[in-house]
């Protein structure tokens, strides 16, 4: 009992000086970002009203809501729930939750082992000095150890090297969380961008085949003048090689639909040929809402779940600073153990059984110093890395919204001159298509005002198409990405029972992660 009263006294007086300890190394403070005023500075243009935006900070809801499509709703809510890229993101979560319970279990005994064991022992009775101990009564030719006990090490924390790691295990922990976020951004940019490119593709493929009936009615009508001598073969060569151009280009559209169904198929983590008729052939766009609210770049800060993740990197590497220069300094310990020992399992716990032993110790790899100092510099120079990869991240952030306000703006001033350039050349085919009937104008007229409202009309859909990528752009480029009513967690129920059946995680996936899924 005796020697189980100076383990605990050991234990007690050591957590002591763990707790009162210093941490070597930084502490982590966050790294200034680069500073932006305003927003417009990319786009040239002022951003107000008058260009559809306003400084107003965005309503915490998810911004996909703004477009008013039921079917895009629904193919985000999907993805969110089964796609394999962001349920890989969500177990490394929960892996980054496991190692940090391994740096905090760090802080208790790194050595607790309890032992039993028994050994019997025979020695050879052809063994001549073994023989004449045995012969006088002073040995048994074999005997029995049974013993059973508890042996604990503990390094005592002195210098906050454990404390420190356990800081970058957390800072790690919330990286992985953050990173999870940016994966919810990403894909939800990618699903609604692949969607907008679909709409587009299926109104482009509805254009030509529209006009290719404008221009199959031209060819049918020149051939009939051909035959009564009033038009030229030329002419009907024309009216073949427009009408047969814009038939061509309808493959190519179509495969490209082909792609761009397969690729939301593989956003939604399922096998192709499925999304074609849950998406039908309503090619209309999402509506352009009149007013987007953009806030202020440091609300962006705030936000961006890459940017956060980058500063909680930093903040890993940082405590890694003091993990390293600990070493520069003695380390303490206190080692024990406490148990019975017997000749046999009968007498184990019997009177004069207990054994035991407390070793106080420390060790210190003075002579180590220069490879030591040496790791610090490696840990502050990976440090400094990440403050500038912070930096970075920071800055190309700032890039990628105003490069989308730009790209947006632009869109809509040549959205503008197209529709009024449509509707000329619309104008244009039907005054054309009325002189040539009446003989006053050559039908290579009809041909070329045909050719351009077919190209207009292209350029049209396209530049509708930009205005939505590029509003997709700003949303994600702002950080916007929430998760839907109807998902709950990290992973899908499946991925958590068969985690669960496999090697018990418990709490750890039972109880969710404050802020999952939140930018």
């Known amino acids: 009992m005796g ?92 892996q980054a939750r496991a190692q940090l319970g391994i740096a905090g279990g760090n802080l208790f005994p790194q050595v607790q082992q309890a032992n039993v064991s028994s050994r019997t022992t025979r020695f050879s009775t052809k063994d001549p000095f073994i023989s004449d101990l045995e012969r006088v009564g002073l040995v048994d030719n074999q005997f029995t150890d049974v013993s059973a006990g508890f042996d604990a090490g503990w390094e005592i924390d002195l210098w906050g090297k454990i404390r420190r790691n356990i800081q970058s295990a957390d800072a790690d922990l919330k990286a992985k969380l953050a990173s999870y976020d940016d994966a919810l951004v990403t894909l939800t940019g990618d699903i609604a961008a692949v969607y907008i490119t679909i709409r587009e593709l299926q109104q482009l493929i509805a254009t030509v085949r529209r006009n ?42 179509e495969a490209k ?9 593989l956003l939604l983590s399922e096998p192709p040929g499925g999304v074609k008729s849950r998406l039908g052939s309503r090619s209309r766009f999402p509506r352009v809402p009149a007013e987007v609210a953009i806030g202020v770049p440091a609300d962006m800060l705030r936000r961006r779940p890459d940017i956060r993740s980058a500063e909680y990197r930093a903040a890993a590497r940082s405590a890694q600073i003091g993990v390293a220069r600990a070493d520069l300094f003695p380390a303490f310990s206190i080692s024990g153990a406490i148990g019975v020992r017997a000749d046999d399992f009968a007498n184990l716990f019997g009177n004069g059984t207990a054994a035991g032993f407390i070793n106080p110790g420390f060790s210190w790899n003075f002579l180590n110093y220069g490879r030591i100092q040496n790791n610090v510099r490696v840990q502050d120079a990976k440090f400094q890395e990440a403050l500038l990869d912070y930096e970075r991240t920071v800055l190309a952030a700032y890039a990628e919204v105003e490069n989308g306000l730009t790209g947006f703006l632009r869109s809509k001033q040549e959205a503008v001159y197209l529709r009024r350039a449509v509707a000329a050349a619309r104008s244009a085919v039907s005054e054309v298509d009325a002189q040539f009937e009446d003989g006053t104008a050559p039908y290579n007229r009809v041909v ?15 530049a509708q198409a930009n205005v939505l990528t590029n509003l997709i752009a700003v949303y994600k480029g702002l950080g916007g990405g929430w998760m839907p009513e109807n998902v709950d967690g990290l992973i899908s129920e499946k991925t958590r029972q068969r985690m669960t059946e496999r090697t018990g995680w418990g709490l750890l996936l039972e109880n969710p992660v404050e802020g999952q899924g939140k930018s």
Request: proline fraction near 4%; charge should be positive.
């Open 448 to 462: 070329q005002s045909q050719r351009h409202q077919l190209v207009t009309e292209e350029r049209l859909i396209a």
């Open 212 to 253: 290719a009936v404008l221009q199959k009615a031209s060819l049918d009508l020149t051939k009939l003048r051909l035959e009564n001598g009033t038009a030229t073969r030329l002419a009907v060569s024309e009216a073949t090689v427009l009408y047969n151009n814009t038939l061509a280009s309808i493959p190519n559209y």
């Open 257 to 265: 639909l082909a792609r761009a169904y397969n690729a939301l198929s």
């Open 3 to 94: 020697h189980s009263r100076q383990i605990r006294h050991g234990l007690v007086l050591s957590g002591m000086l763990m707790l009162g300890g210093c941490m070597v190394g930084p502490d982590f403070e966050r790294p200034d970002a680069p500073v932006l005023d305003s927003w417009g500075a990319g786009a040239n243009l002022p951003i107000d009203s008058r260009t559809g935006f306003t400084s107003r900070s965005a309503n915490s809801v998810p911004w996909w809501h703004v477009f008013r499509d039921d079917t895009l709703n629904s193919l985000i809510a999907e993805a969110y729930r089964q796609n394999v890229g962001l349920q890989a993101a969500g177990v490394r979560v929960y």
